[in-house]
């Protein structure tokens, strides 16, 4: 997803999709300890997109306190 289309969401629609991305990492990062994790490319995309909404998250927050 797009920081365009993340900045057209909601701060609450943002968070659960934050949620839902962290519990996907840290079951990637089980599947790699235990040598099941097929995809490794995943982690890497997971974990930019938590940055991503992190990111749009914190620049809505300075705009409500101006």
Excluded: D, Y
Aim: zero cysteines; hydrophobic letters at 45%; proline letters at 2%.
């Amino acid at each position: 997803m797009t920081a365009k289309e993340l900045k057209a969401k909601a701060p609450a629609e943002l968070r659960e999709q934050l949620v839902a991305l962290k519990k996907e990492a840290f079951n990637l990062r089980f599947q790699q300890a235990t040598g099941q994790l097929e995809n490794t490319a995943r982690m890497r995309a997971v974990r930019k997109e938590v940055a991503r909404i992190m990111t749009v998250l914190n620049q809505q927050a300075a705009e409500a306190a101006n």
